[in-house]
């Protein structure tokens, strides 16, 4: 299965998505405030990425 996760930075936000290739779907891991929170580590969004 090919995946990309899509990171997106800016206004003062992160929006993380989650793109199956195969068939299309874009799904929405998370969207945080950066100020809130520090970069998510690559093992905390392949955690989310399988839930």
């Keep these: ?3 990309l996760i ?3 930075d ?3 936000v ?3 998505y989650y793109h ?3 068939d299309g779907a874009v799904l929405l891991l998370t969207v945080y ?3 809130a929170r520090e970069t998510l ?3 905390r ?3 989310l990425a399988r839930k």
């Design 41 to 43: 580590k690559a093992s």
């Design 20 to 22: 199956l290739a195969e």
């Design 10 to 12: 800016g206004g003062g």
């Design 33 to 35: 405030a950066k100020a």
């Design 45 to 47: 969004i392949n955690k």
């Design 1 to 3: 299965m090919n995946v």
């Design 6 to 8: 899509i990171i997106i």
């Design 14 to 16: 992160r929006v993380i």
